[in-house]
């Protein structure tokens, strides 16, 4: 569930533009997808995607993390 929320942050964040509330919103909610599943009992390879999702909601928004 957590990759899939990240897609849609991603998808979202590509379409906000410059409004840095709603940037700020986005990256508020990805941040916290994130932090959630990396404290969830996942497998290496579930948490090296949810981490790729993450990076890319970062690069769809112009930052790095």
Do not use: K, P, W
């Amino acid at each position: 569930v957590s990759i899939r929320v990240l897609e849609m942050l991603e998808h979202i964040a590509r379409s906000v533009g410059e409004r840095e509330d709603r940037r700020a919103a986005v990256r508020a909610q990805a941040d916290s997808v994130f932090e959630g599943a990396r404290s969830a009992d996942l497998q290496e390879c579930d948490r090296q995607d949810v981490a790729a999702r993450y990076r890319a909601v970062l690069d769809a928004l112009g930052e790095t993390g």
